[in-house]
Each structure stands twice: as structure tokens, then as C-alpha cells.
């Protein structure tokens, strides 16, 4: 019979945001990729979306493109990173595998949705038509099912 050591309040909660953590950081490698190949593919150029949208909330506006590059880039990141913490905490209420993964895109896609227009630098995505909507999905589609397979190999292997 060995001693089992009590779960401090702290641990209940360090592995699964440790672990959005890292799986967040991954999946925005993923849709990192899966986006720049489809510009490519598309000829479509790159959005400055993520850079406008955190610009109007923190007041911060870059002094020329390269600039706006970089703080687009960090606001990518740092987004996608963050919204790994959801999924821990999806898998805190209970809900694992595929039914955290499409609650996480559900939750991220909605928040996209309804955030960008709220604070006018975008549309709902489907004001761009069917082809930027499917695109806008697929990319969201590749972060949820990124991240959920990185925090799921984390938590269970």
C-alpha cells in the first residue's frame, strides 16, 4: 500500500492551463501554416486583421508596415496561445476529445464573429461570401483540431 499524496488546489488547475497553453501555441503553428499556404495557393494577400482589431483596443497603432507586420505577428500568437486556455478549461468541465475540440472552434469561430464587427474592423465573415467563409472555417477548423490532438496527447499520453 503506498501514500497518496492530497491534490493541492493549485494542481487542479496548472496541468490543464499549462497544457492549453502549449497545445494553443501549437495550433496556431498549424493554422499559421495552413493560412500562408492558401495565400500562397490563392494569391490572396496576407490580413492585418489581428493587428487592427487589438490596435483599436489597446490604443496602439504601428508606425509604418513593417511595424504593423510584427505587432500583427504577436497578436496572432498570442491569440491563438491564449485561447488554448479554453481548451483546459473545457476539459476542467469534463468535456474531452472531439466534443471539447468543436466546442473549442465553436467558441473561437463565435467569438471571431462577433468581436471583429463589434469593434469595426470587420464583418461577419459570411458578409465576404461563400469561398471567404469556407476559408475563414477551414483555418479555424485547423486550430480547433490542432490544438484539441497537441492538449489531448498532452493530458492522456
Known amino acids: 500500500m503506498g501514500i497518496r499524496r492530497k491534490q ?3 494542481d487542479r488547475w496548472t496541468a490543464p492551463i499549462g497544457a492549453g497553453v ?10 499559421t501554416v495552413s493560412s500562408t499556404v492558401e495565400a500562397k495557393l490563392s494569391g490572396r494577400g496576407s490580413s492585418t486583421t489581428p493587428s487592427d482589431a487589438a490596435g483599436r483596443v489597446a490604443g496602439v497603432e504601428p508606425r509604418d508596415e ?3 507586420q510584427r505587432f500583427n505577428s504577436l497578436v496572432h500568437w498570442a491569440y491563438g496561445t491564449g485561447w488554448g ?3 483546459g478549461l473545457l ?5 474531452r476529445g472531439p466534443a471539447a475540440s468543436l ?5 473561437v469561430w463565435a467569438a471571431e464573429q462577433a468581436v471583429l464587427p463589434a469593434l469595426r474592423v470587420g464583418s461577419p465573415t459570411p458578409a465576404y461570401g461563400a469561398k471567404a467563409t469556407a476559408t475563414d472555417v477551414l483555418h479555424h477548423a485547423v486550430y480547433a483540431t490542432a490544438t484539441g490532438l497537441v492538449y489531448d496527447r498532452l493530458r492522456r499520453g
Open 91 to 95: 476539459d476542467m468541465a469534463r468535456v
Open 22 to 31: 502549449v497545445a494553443g501555441l501549437l495550433g496556431t503553428a498549424a493554422m
Open 8 to 10: 493541492a488546489p493549485a
Open 103 to 107: 466546442a473549442h472552434f465553436a467558441a
Open 85 to 87: 486556455v479554453f481548451r
Open 66 to 68: 513593417s511595424g504593423e
